[in-house]
């Protein structure tokens, strides 16, 4: 349905509930996705699907707690499907099946929360892991087999990060000589690049062929201590922020993963609308996964892509997440013409 | 003593929360005169001395300063006019060391930085003409005994170059020496032409030195007396506002236990 | 008494004998005239000289409902506030602990820390090991205690500043909470369990005469104490609270009580964490102002050395307060837990001690020691987290909401410093 | 006065980083005996009143207590055997009333909450007699007077039960009522059976009060007089150490000028 | 002078005009003999009165430089060493923040945020709006000393404790931080801009000369400071070190200064960072204790009320602190910036504030107020880089790394502060 946007909300708020959904996402220090991409495209898709509808948004700041109040709030404000991002995936059980007892709905968006939600959106993480391996891998070319590797995976407390680290290590071990670094950098670049120091101290300048870093954000911070340290070796990330494209561009960095924000965030939206309107949502979630306490939850599951110097043009350009004039600023204009995107 | 007094205090008033500490309470100092403020226990001495400090702002009343009215604001106002305080409570830095605290707020300097070596050498001439024992210049004040505190807040009073100095109390904690000499200086500042309000509660002092005496009786003034013409008892009875307390009480008993 | 009176007595009349002959009563003390007239000229003197007690906040609470309700409608919903008094319990509880380690001048860093690795006690046993419910509560709950008395033994007999041992102690037990937690990270608790019951229980299931009656009971209380008190004193010819201002006091509270009441009662009920918070509240407040320990917390907070003198045990006192305050931390643990079903590792971490500490400050506690009571932990963690619901229910911009709960709490302080400013150059600081 | 000491010193001995406070210090105090404690600014009076009450531990020397050896090595101790101290720095805890000072430590209780009625009365009483003026008991400490405070201090001493009472500069900032009101008290005490040790730089006030005289010079014993047979100036020599002093000097020259 | 002597002169001979009878040297004081063995045996008294001063912390560094070695036989690499000098250079930059602040006896919680905040100006202004470099970095601090302007206002003149003023900046900064931001978030500093060379630069790109000049410069400037300062002190006649101490002091730093600038040679050379770090110490320090302005803030830290009798004008002294520390955050800022190649929103979050403030505690500055010095930044903060660098060298698990951090920092406390306490009982403290 089309209509006009920016209807009256006051009218929406006490005329009620079957005219709003809830958003709520983890957290903004580590990633800057949730404010820049997920609820913006979220919004404008619910807009574009029903007219009148609004999103209320809250974000947790990282807190399991903070989430359940803002959910609680949601169901206090009589909304009747939220979009709930988890914190902590496995903390939601509870609160997922007293708002199922009260007849809200909950999408588990990117995280698969526990409980008996109605449908699941995210990026396969693991495969993400995997084709972070793989690039890394692409990125020696022939040197591979003989590569020693430095791992600076996510935070121990992220389960994600887990899944990363995993499907990292499905490829890497085998393709690549050893793994010979590996520790948390705790999502922060500052400790990343510390521990990257320390790697350099233990192994030695030649030590290492390539870094696997689990984010883009602690990526740039590695490459800052190893410029430092005259050493040049390939080094990826994932996020897809414009400072990793442009370092991308400049050849600092290797590759990226760029999850495609936009159908995520696009799927969950017409997820939330469809049950919100009562309709069937196996029309948009047709795949099937179990969670550690529900099964034959109805899902779609969306494949990140890699992206390098190679591929900005047919990727982030093309999706409109960054413009060329964002990349090309100042210093990046030279690599950007040699990369041909000027 | 003829011409404007270099401190008059006109109509002051004071109030603390439920406490009326001071109600129009007049007061003249002129230059070379040691004037004594006397009165009981919380009769608002210290306070009338606070707001002279400008450590508290009146709330009603004027003070007047070589004939010209001012404004006490705060402690930096009465010393640039040139008023230097011993307080009762000493207001010491227990922190920093005994130069330290001497020279605080007016510390000597040469190439713009602190010169240590100066000051060091006066602080050690200034205790000396106060004739105390001080383990070290160098000691924090914390590690002194309570009349070497107060002997370091006298000599604090005279760095500077006051027209006023007002001692709160000064030979409370003193021994019998140094008493001696805080009255010597207290005669040597008149004899320099400074004006001196001196509190104390111990008559015998303030009939040695005072030319004045004030008496503050429950936040009020209770008369001033010329020191020559004034007997002892008649300033008790104006202190204590009876002629008969405790201590007459008390001579009267031993008196008669004497016998 | 008038004033005059009295002084008149004292200076004509000057007993013979070695008894005293000044009365002990000031004349230029302004006393407070007798009944009702005398209450409310005291008051209006008190509002004007800064002496603004809770007022303030409770008026911030006011404006902050009104602000939130005229924003969205919904913020003065049975539900809404119903979630607020289920949500204060948690980080009201180490504002609790909190105000203990204030009033003694100090500080306690790891109270977070502490709550999330008491929440990670007590559902691993429960949980993973299998363990009775209320004895692994108990034993997260004990576990706190001994990490307190550990603080407090490096504060109070090795002389390490607390706020260097408990900031240690936040690094090293926010380890332990990862350990604790292990390789599989969190922990939900159990369905219908006693730690999911501490947030989610209503007395009765809902039943409306709990609520009734816990209010009525409060009040009765109240009121009843402030009688037999003022007739005590009266009765030893000292001055008293008049009957007509007792009768006022009674009368608010029985207002605030009743509403609460009958707003809680449109919803489902008596929620447990409320009695539970409240009631901690009432009985730490009695053991601070009424028994001869809170005393000692009071001197010690205003001078170690006069408490030292006067034979005070001071290491125990601060030891002590440790543990209770850590005890305290670990309660709140619990219901954070509860209130997001599972103890996770970033429980406790983040802004869950900064609230706590500003809800101390923010109901009137002092920074600077021997000034402050437990019902300031209560005022001001309901100020923040109105401010929080208000602000989830509006959905503003998370940059927006922090810099919005930077300056609220910044402006309540403002008030209560001006306040208290004003009040310390009128001689009551 | 015969039979064991209350309390007796032996052989002192008190050190702080560098300075060596005192040295070998005597001193015996026998039930219903007042002796007073002096000695110049610095002199190691405190100290030693502090080496008693038990906020120093002693470094050298025994002390006994009714002819028996004990250890004080908290405040505590002290007054469990029952020593009650007033300090020269007064020691109060500004921020809790005039009722919580006195009672700190011995509160009294009612079905074991604090009894505020009763302490409250009992505190007007104690205050009565010292008469002293205090605007409410109700008001916290930092908000009174020098001499309040002083006072509360000394009431402090008189809650519970002591056997040995030591006033380190009671009346220092007291004015002359209350002065004799206290030298009353100390009397009072006397006449109840307690050892009084004070501490004054007041000779008159030693003179009228004690029975025996003990002086501290730089931290030795320097001779313990009986009071009835002893002249001022005696005194004095002992405490500066020379006949020839400050005090002396200014008596001469007051007395060249007069004539 | 020995002292009997001086007793015996002044009992003797008393002068007979008004001039002092006493001698201002007390004979009770054991006081040093002159030449290098008196100084030995003070040493040796010192070391057993407890009054370590450095020496605990230098020892401290020692052992764990040690143990990293002994297990990972990296530690001691030059590069590791270089590593380490680079990276103290933005948290011990805030630590000097801190020691400001906390010889005032108060706390800023705000300067995470604050580096935070400044680091996201002078990227975005470089970055994004293509301001010169140099400018948008002294934009960035001099908006961090409006900052601390703003809470110095809020603290000194509406009376809001620091502690809650800072909080409430905690938060909001962060916030403003993300607004500043923007959506695209992280922004990278310019390739071999000035922001990137703050961390990478090595002085004359790596030209040993220039770390052997500097090594000795220090420690020329450090001989003849010394050296000037007893010639003047002995001839007042004041007691003076002895040439022999001085000699001895300069040659321990002559070692420590040469050992480390060979080390430095080892690798890349002098580090422009450690360059800055240690000037800013050093002026630092000589405005704390050579200037007016130093010793007022000491006199605020010792006692208000004293500090404004004497005229000092707190307010000022106080908001002028804020700045400063404000500043130096700012600074530390740009560094971590400058070592992370970006500016991003977590920049100063989490522990960095904890660290600094451990720092400064560490390396013996009170807590309390009025004690202290800028070098305390120094020494704690390479203390707390080491065992972060060492433990990373080991590969520890992340929760035990949390644990043994919290460890290590309560041991280094300890020993101190039970040294201070001894040092108390000695009355010097
Ligand atoms: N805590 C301390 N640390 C270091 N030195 C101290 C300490 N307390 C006292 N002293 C020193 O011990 C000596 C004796 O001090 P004490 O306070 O006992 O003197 P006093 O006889 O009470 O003097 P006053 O009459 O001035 O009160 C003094 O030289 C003082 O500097
Ligand atoms: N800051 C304050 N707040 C409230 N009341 C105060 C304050 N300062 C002083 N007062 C009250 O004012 C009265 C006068 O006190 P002040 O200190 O001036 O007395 P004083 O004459 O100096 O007495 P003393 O001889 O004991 O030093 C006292 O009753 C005291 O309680
Ligand atoms: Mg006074
Ligand atoms: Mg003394």
Same mark, same amino acid.
């Given at each position: 349905a089309c209509g006009k946007a920016g209807s009256d909300k006051k009218d929406d708020a006490k005329g009620g509930d079957s005219k709003s959904i809830g958003l709520l996402l983890p957290e903004n220090a580590s990633s800057v996705r949730y404010e820049s991409f997920d609820k913006p495209f979220i919004e404008a898709k619910v807009k574009e699907l029903c007219g009148d509808c609004t999103v209320k948004y809250s974000n947790a700041e990282g807190s399991a707690a903070k989430q359940k109040q803002q959910f609680d709030t949601l169901i206090a404000q009589g909304v009747k499907v939220i979009i709930l991002d988890a914190f902590d995936a496995a903390s939601t059980q509870s609160w997922v099946k007293e708002a199922a007892d009260k007849g809200v709905k909950v999408i588990a968006y990117d995280r698969l929360a526990t409980g008996p939600v109605s449908a699941y959106v995210s990026f396969d993480n693991e495969k993400v892991g995997e084709l972070q391996g793989?690039?890394?891998?692409?990125?020696?070319?022939a040197k591979a087999a003989d590569a020693n590797i430095v791992m600076i995976n996510g935070d121990d407390a992220d389960p994600n990060a887990g899944k990363f680290k995993s499907g990292a290590h499905k490829v890497l071990d085998g393709k690549v000589k050893k793994v010979v670094y590996e520790q948390s950098g705790e999502w922060k670049p500052t400790v990343a690049g510390q521990k990257i120091g320390a790697a350099i101290t233990q192994l030695g300048k030649d030590g290492f062929q390539a870094v696997y870093s689990a984010n883009d954000g602690m990526a740039a911070a590695i490459i800052t201590q190893l410029k430092s340290a005259n050493i040049n070796v390939p080094v990826g990330g994932q996020d897809a922020g414009l400072d990793a494209i442009q370092r991308l561009v400049s050849g600092e960095q290797s590759y990226t993963i760029y999850k495609a924000y936009k159908p995520l965030a696009d799927s969950a939206a017409e997820l939330a609308v469809a049950l919100l309107q009562g309709k069937d949502v196996k029309a948009v979630a047709s795949a099937s996964i179990d969670s550690d306490t529900d099964k034959g939850i109805p899902a779609k599951l969306l494949d990140p892509k890699v992206v390098t110097k190679a591929n900005i043009k047919d990727t982030v350009i093309a999706d409109k997440l960054y413009t060329v004039a964002d990349i090309c600023t100042g210093t990046y204009a030279d690599a950007c013409k040699a990369a041909g995107l000027q | 003593m003829t011409g404007a007094p270099v401190l008059a205090l006109r109509g002051v008033s004071k109030r603390f929360g439920a406490v009326q500490a001071l109600t129009d309470v007049h007061l003249e100092v002129h230059a070379g005169e040691v004037v004594a403020l006397v009165g009981d226990n919380g009769a608002g001495k210290s306070t009338l001395v606070k707001t002279i400090a400008g450590v508290h702002p009146i709330d009603e009343g004027a003070i007047e300063w070589e004939g010209s009215k001012v404004a006490i604001n705060r402690p930096h106002d009465a010393q640039a006019l040139g008023v230097a305080t011993v307080y009762q409570d000493l207001a010491l830095c227990d922190n920093l060391d005994v130069v330290g605290n001497l020279f605080l707020g007016r510390e000597l300097r040469r190439f713009g930085a602190l010169d240590e070596v100066a000051m060091e050498k006066r602080a050690k001439e200034l205790l000396d003409t106060l004739s105390i024992r001080i383990p070290s210049v160098r000691i924090p004040i914390a590690a002194l005994s309570g009349g070497q505190r107060q002997v370091v807040a006298i000599a604090r009073a005279l760095v500077?170059?006051?027209?006023?100095?007002?001692?709160?109390?000064?030979?409370?904690?003193?021994?019998?020496?140094?008493?001696?000499?805080?009255?010597?200086?207290?005669?040597?500042?008149?004899?320099?032409?400074?004006?001196?309000?001196?509190?104390?509660?111990?008559?015998?002092?303030?009939?040695?030195?005072?030319?004045?005496?004030?008496?503050?009786?429950?936040?009020?003034?209770?008369g001033v007396f010329e020191v020559a013409n004034t007997s002892h008892e008649e300033i008790i009875?104006?202190?204590?506002?009876?002629?008969?307390?405790?201590?007459?009480r008390r001579q009267a008993r031993i008196a008669e236990e004497a016998k | 008494m008038t004033t005059d009176q009295t002084t008149n007595a004292a200076e004509k009349a000057p007993e013979p004998a070695a008894a005293p002959a000044a009365p002990a009563v000031d004349p230029r003390l302004l006393v407070r005239?007798?009944?009702?007239?005398?209450?409310?000229?005291?008051f209006k003197r008190k509002m004007k000289s800064g002496d603004l007690g809770s007022v303030p906040v409770v008026l911030g609470l006011i404006l902050i409902g009104a602000i939130f309700q005229g924003i969205t409608g919904d913020f003065l919903n049975a539900d809404n506030l119903t979630n607020i008094t289920k949500w204060v319990a948690g980080p009201g509880l180490i504002a609790v602990g909190i105000v203990f380690v204030l009033l003694l001048g100090e500080i306690d860093l790891s109270l977070g820390s502490i709550a999330g690795v008491s929440a990670a006690i007590a559902a691993v046993l429960s949980v993973r090991s299998g363990l009775n419910e209320w004895l692994a509560c108990l034993i997260a709950i004990a576990a706190a205690v001994a990490i307190g008395a550990l603080h407090g033994f490096f504060f109070a007999k090795i002389g390490v500043p607390a706020f260097v041992v408990t900031l240690a102690g936040l690094l090293a037990w926010s380890g332990l909470q990862m350990y604790v937690l292990g390789d599989k990270g969190t922990v939900n608790v159990l369905n219908d369990g006693v730690l999911a019951n501490l947030d989610t229980y209503f007395l009765g299931d809902g039943d409306v005469a709990f609520t009734w009656g816990f209010a009525?009971?409060?009040?009765?209380?109240?009121?009843?104490?402030?009688?037999?008190?003022?007739k005590r004193r009266g009765d030893a010819g000292l001055p008293a609270r008049p009957m007509s201002e007792i009768a006022l006091r009674t009368g608010v509270l029985a207002v605030i009580g009743l509403v609460a009441a009958y707003m809680l009662n449109q919803d489902r009920g008596l929620p447990l964490p409320l009695v539970i918070f409240l009631s901690i509240v009432v009985i730490t407040?009695?053991?601070?102002?009424?028994?001869?320990?809170?005393?000692?917390?009071?001197?010690?907070?205003?001078?170690?050395?006069?408490?030292?003198?006067?034979?005070?045990?001071?290491?125990?006192?601060?030891?002590? !307060?440790? #543990?209770? =305050?850590?005890?305290? &931390?670990?309660? /709140? %643990?619990?219901?954070?837990?509860?209130?997001? @079903?599972?103890?996770?590792?970033?429980?406790?971490?983040?802004? !869950?001690? #900064?609230? =706590?500490?500003?809800? &101390?400050?923010? /109901? %009137?506690?002092?920074?600077?020691?021997?000034? @402050?009571?437990?019902?300031?932990?209560?005022?001001?963690?309901? !100020?923040?987290?109105?401010?929080?619901?208000?602000?989830?229910?509006?959905?503003?911009n998370q940059a927006i909401q922090y810099m919005i709960t930077g300056a609220v709490l910044l402006g309540a302080v403002v008030l209560d410093s001006v306040s208290r400013r004003t009040q310390k150059s009128s001689g009551r600081g």
């Open positions: 793989q690039a890394l891998v692409d990125a020696l070319g | 500077g170059d006051p027209k006023i100095v007002i001692l709160d109390e000064p030979t409370a904690a003193l021994g019998v020496e140094q008493t001696a000499q805080v009255l010597d200086l207290v005669e040597r500042l008149r004899d320099r032409g400074l004006g001196v309000i001196l509190i104390s509660h111990n008559m015998a002092d303030v009939k040695a030195v005072a030319d004045t005496v004030a008496v503050l009786r429950l936040g009020r003034n209770n009875s104006a202190i204590t506002g009876a002629t008969e307390n405790a201590v007459t | 005239e007798a009944g009702f007239a005398g209450y409310l000229a005291e009525v009971l409060g009040i009765a209380l109240f009121g009843a104490g402030q009688f037999l008190d003022a407040d009695f053991v601070l102002r009424r028994t001869s320990y809170g005393r000692q917390i009071f001197a010690v907070g205003g001078s170690v050395e006069a408490a030292r003198r006067a034979g005070i045990n001071v290491a125990w006192v601060r030891i002590s !307060v440790f #543990m209770i =305050s850590a005890g305290m &931390a670990a309660l /709140g %643990g619990l219901f954070i837990a509860s209130q997001q @079903g599972s103890a996770d590792k970033l429980l406790g971490s983040g802004n !869950v001690l #900064m609230n =706590s500490i500003a809800a &101390a400050v923010i /109901g %009137g506690t002092s920074l600077f020691g021997g000034r @402050g009571k437990t019902w300031s932990a209560l005022l001001g963690i309901l !100020v923040i987290q109105s401010i929080i619901t208000g602000l989830d229910l509006v959905h503003v």
